[in-house]
């Protein structure tokens, strides 16, 4: 007899535990062992490193950076985005680990599934935000003076979390518990005989907030690296800290939708299309299990974006050393002032870049 792999049908009688049960397809079940030991151990991991670096991340912007530059402002409401997440993690942990028992109410699942989304599409708007900011800075330095104001910056965040809530609201609706023999279950989707409906909606919202701003981002940086390779009237040293500064910024933000975003978009719309369109159960079996692969790393966004934080330019790298170096020096040491470097405006001509100071 053929042992089936541990992520094809079970064609035996299944165990309750065998039924996919966060979008549960009655007639098809799915052995997902995997899925007990893969989401509680990554999660764990997620919600202490991330609980970790965005609360020290936090920190820093409300005490240690004030007044606000535009950067500041999107990486705070970032790492904000991000600290909300990890905090919903421990229920999640708990509800895998008991093997898709939900003992927390309707209520709390869909706070929890909403957090997951709000987190997912906000990191993505926010990086694009900054992103954004960025290329203007670059290429357009002299209008970016004005653009680049705080205040601007807090306005285009509001903006964001109001979009990205008024977008997932109906996820709010179509998110539900269901029993199922003696566990409570809490969909990540919709219950089933609303699935397909809610694939309509995700689509939308998935080309709303995580296909336009992948267009942008990339526009942003094709046109940065031209502008970049171009010869400019300015110092060499000048010239390659903005480089350097710009490269980081690109490679991180990259990295981060190559991680988190990228694969989970991409699985996520097979397992829903292949679902359907009524595919062969082991098709979806094998679709299923790497779409559940993916969850972890859409979640390791919240682990990912502190790095930007510290490498994206000197002004949070330095403070955060000296603030650290405070505690271990001795009262008489004194450190030295950190450069005032951030995701700033690069490639100022001579004459705007004294008053470029104050506006970003």
């Given at each position: 007899m053929i042992t089936p792999l541990p992520f094809l049908i079970n064609i035996s009688s299944p165990s309750p535990g065998s039924l996919d049960s966060e979008d549960g397809n009655k007639s098809c079940r799915f052995d997902e062992e995997f899925k007990y030991i893969l989401l509680p151990v990554s999660y764990s991991i997620v919600c202490v490193v991330g609980l970790v670096l965005n609360s020290v991340a936090l920190w820093m912007f409300l005490t240690k950076m004030r007044p606000w530059n535009a950067s500041t402002v999107y990486m705070f409401h970032l790492a904000l985005s991000d600290m909300l997440y990890v905090l919903s993690l421990p229920t999640l942990i708990y509800y895998y680990a008991n093997r898709n028992h939900w003992p927390f109410g309707v209520a709390l699942c869909k706070v929890v599934?909403?957090?997951?989304?709000?987190?997912?599409?906000?990191?993505?708007?926010?990086?694009?935000?900054?992103?954004v900011h960025r290329y203007m800075g670059i290429c357009h330095p002299i209008r970016s003076l004005i653009l680049a104001k705080p205040r601007y910056a807090q306005l285009v965040c509001g903006l964001v979390w109001a979009a990205v809530t008024t977008c997932l609201i109906p996820n709010l609706i179509f998110v539900t518990t269901t029993q199922r023999d003696n566990d409570t279950l809490c969909h990540d989707t919709s219950s089933p005989s609303d699935f397909e409906n809610y694939v309509t909606y995700s689509s939308v919202v998935m080309t709303l907030l995580f296909g336009v701003p992948f267009i942008i981002i990339m526009v942003c940086y094709y046109l940065m690296a031209r502008a970049l390779c171009r010869p400019r009237q300015i110092s060499s040293s000048q010239r390659g800290k903005?480089?350097?500064?710009?490269?980081?910024?690109?490679?991180?933000?990259?990295?981060?939708?190559?991680?988190?975003?990228?694969?989970?978009?991409?699985?996520?719309?097979?397992?829903?299309?292949?679902?359907?369109?009524?595919?062969?159960?082991?098709?979806?079996?094998?679709?299923?299990?790497?779409?559940?692969?993916?969850?972890?790393?859409?979640?390791a966004n919240s682990c990912l974006d502190p790095i930007l934080y510290f490498l994206a330019g000197d002004h949070y790298r330095s403070r955060l050393i000296r603030a650290f170096a405070k505690k271990q020096a001795p009262n008489n040491l004194q450190s030295p002032p950190d450069k005032n470097n951030d995701l700033a405006l690069v490639f100022k001509s001579p004459a705007v870049q004294a008053s470029s100071d104050g506006a970003h």
């Open positions: 599934r909403f957090l997951f989304y709000a987190n997912l599409y906000c990191s993505i708007l926010f990086l694009t935000c900054i992103s903005s480089r350097k500064k710009s490269i980081k910024l690109i490679i991180i933000v990259l990295v981060v939708f190559a991680v988190s975003f990228v694969p989970f978009h991409i699985t996520r719309t097979l397992y829903y299309t292949y679902r359907v369109l009524e595919a062969d159960c082991w098709i979806l079996n094998i679709v299923n299990f790497t779409y559940k692969v993916t969850r972890p790393l859409a979640s």
